[in-house]
């Protein structure tokens, strides 16, 4: 099917939930139905035609969801931007992908120093520019000539959209591109993987096929929408299936109870993870192992990073659930070789084997491996990106007779399935998302202080991998962590910020001069072995270690500091933190205790009720 024929279909089912959101807001396929009619005027109103291009990027998961939709059915190509990106980065991407138009918060227009006439605000509030928005609706048709409404933001505008036919083209080539996403990278060299509509709609075909969607498929999937896992899996897999997407709150590592809770709440079938949160299952679970014993529930489904053996049977033996992998990349939609649910291509520790796609390992001299050898794996199928747009020689690099190379070291055992052992390609993969090391090298080494800077990727249990920033300064002079995590914060998406920063005095090369990365793994995680300092004061020492964790000076905390008023304490540090003090006091947190460490005052509260 494609995207006119899902929406047709859609027709039928007017009443049945598309989505449920944050706050209980729900969504039927009637209510997505007329808004997708409505923004097609919209896009007319703004002059865009078939294969023009538009930046989406808002916090708002409503109108990610039926604006791409939307942009899809009119033949629009939609660059996904996170709203976390820095002006410097889309400053690249927009000079890279010269977009039509801009669909975006309202905050992101002044921060990104978007100057466009054709720029959509994206809120809530009643405020906004009328002169854009006459100009759409006097050109929509003579029905809306001198109409007038409080609010011309989005979505507040599609209210005066009434009774009137959608301007949509009748058909839509295959070969048109769906969307663009710019993966991790330098800001001199953006590389934006294209998606074609057939590229798409094929996947997410396989996508129905493999897990067995039947009509009342309840998906929960908390992913970011700025990645592939997040939208495809999401909303777009529940629209193509006539399924319901839920992503009723915000994913939070400190309420794990919520997803507990919502499995049962809303009848979930499927819920989507990558291998961080089910870390966190697996660390707290108290009180909630049978989570998942409904009537409802099929399985878990493990995307975005590596999945660890230990990891994959710890958790499904806690919560007695099947979690299928998937592998795949940015470039292949989302998925490629499917470990599960089917018995013939379950076996935990390997990422299964392809579906609907051709794969071959082969080695440095090109040539295919036999069995059991290791090798550099190759994909080829019709959900194969286009390419990167406009960068040929990028493209010409992953992509040669129809086989896109990976960049991943894998083998196939005799039975066919396949496993990850390596990487030929620098990428991070940290809680989840896919970080370029050089794109924060490049940020790092704007800091003056800086001689040379080396980004690497260590094993984490939480994480897969986590971000090692290591430096060499000038000589004779100096720079705090503070300082430099500032800097970083404000140059940096927050998931591309390292985890731990070490200066060195100089990295060790071999004779070519190049730097030895794999010496200076091992030089870093012997310094990260040493003893953890302890306070005489238990305060003293929460503040230390938040200090310390958070990357802020410990003059910043008191008792009073929270996740809501303190800078860098997110879920992910929040987890760091919660571990750090588990060893420092020699004490085990349960899940209900995470549940209430919201902030500095609470945190002691319950270490002090456990030294008791």
Not at 162 to 178: E, G, I, Q, R, W
Not at 288 to 316: G, M
Not at 369 to 395: C, Q, W
Not at 458 to 483: G, M, N, S
Request: charged fraction near 25%; proline fraction near 4%; glycine fraction near 6%.
């Amino acid at each position: 099917m494609n995207i006119i024929e899902v929406l047709e279909r859609a027709k039928s089912y007017p009443k049945r939930l598309f989505a449920v959101l944050h706050d209980g807001e729900t969504v039927t396929y009637g209510d997505l139905l007329s808004r997708v009619d409505k923004l097609s005027l919209i896009f007319d109103g703004l002059g865009l035609k078939e294969g023009d291009k538009i930046v989406l990027s808002t916090n708002d998961k409503l109108s990610v969801a039926e604006i791409t939709i939307a942009a899809y059915r009119y033949g629009l190509t939609v660059i996904l931007s996170d709203p976390n990106a820095k002006a410097e980065r889309m400053h690249s991407i927009i000079h890279s992908a010269t977009p039509d138009a801009f669909f975006i918060d309202s905050a992101l227009k002044e921060g990104w120093r978007i100057q466009d006439v054709n720029c959509i605000e994206i809120k809530k509030a009643n405020e906004g520019k009328k002169t854009l928005f006459k100009k759409i609706f006097s050109q929509a048709s003579p029905s809306h000539e001198n109409r007038e409404t409080s609010d011309h933001s989005y979505p507040a505008c599609l209210s005066v959209l009434t009774n009137v036919a959608p301007k949509y083209p009748k058909t839509l080539d295959p070969s048109c591109v769906a969307y663009m996403m710019y993966t991790s990278g330098s800001t001199s060299d953006p590389k934006g993987v294209v998606i074609s509509h057939k590229n798409l709609f094929v996947h997410l075909e396989t996508l129905m096929n493999v897990y067995g969607f039947e009509e009342g498929v309840n998906i929960l999937n908390l992913l970011n929408l700025y990645h592939t896992d997040g939208i495809n899996q999401g909303p777009m897999l529940a629209l193509y299936s006539g399924g319901t997407w839920f992503s009723p709150f915000k994913l939070d590592t400190a309420r794990l109870d919520l997803i507990y809770y919502a499995i049962y709440k809303y009848k979930i079938t499927h819920l989507f993870v990558a291998p961080t949160l089910l870390s966190f299952f697996e660390k707290y679970h108290e009180n909630f192992e049978d989570s998942f014993q409904t009537p409802d529930f099929k399985f878990a489904i493990s995307v975005a990073a590596y999945l660890d053996e230990r990891l994959w049977h710890s958790v499904s033996t806690i919560f007695k659930i099947q979690i299928v992998n998937i592998y795949g990349l940015t470039e292949t939609v989302t998925g490629s070789i499917f470990c599960g649910p089917g018995s013939e291509t379950f076996k935990i520790g390997t990422i299964g084997k392809p579906v609907d796609c051709s794969i071959k390992i082969i080695n440095e001299e090109g040539k295919e491996v036999s069995r059991g050898e290791r090798g550099e794996l190759l994909l080829k199928g019709d959900h194969i990106m286009v390419g990167y747009f406009n960068n040929p020689e990028a493209t010409d690099k992953v992509l040669i007779d129809g086989w896109l190379y990976s960049g991943d070291i894998a083998l196939q055992d005799d039975e066919g399935f396949v496993k990850i052992v390596g990487r030929k390609k620098s990428m991070i993969n940290s809680g989840g998302f896919r970080v370029q090391p050089e794109e924060i090298e490049e940020i790092m080494l704007k800091v003056n202080e800086i001689d040379e800077c080396k980004v690497i990727g260590l094993p984490d249990q939480i994480l897969t991998e986590r971000i090692v920033a290591c430096i060499v300064l000038h000589a004779d002079v100096k720079l705090t962590d503070v300082a430099l995590f500032k800097f970083l914060r404000e140059n940096l998406e927050p998931e591309k910020i390292p985890h731990e920063i070490h200066y060195l005095d100089a990295f060790p090369r071999g004779i070519s001069g190049k730097v030895q990365v794999e010496k200076l793994k091992s030089l870093i995680s012997e310094k990260h072995a040493g003893p953890i300092a302890k306070s005489e004061k238990a305060l003293d020492t929460v503040i230390s270690n938040a200090a310390d964790i958070f990357r802020v000076e410990q003059k910043e905390i008191s008792e009073l500091s929270s996740t809501k008023t303190l800078s860098g304490w997110d879920s992910l540090s929040h987890l760091a933190l919660i571990t750090r003090l588990e060893q420092v006091f020699n004490i085990k947190f349960s899940t209900s205790d995470i549940m209430v460490m919201n902030s500095i005052n609470a945190i002691l509260k319950v270490i002090n009720k456990k030294l008791k």
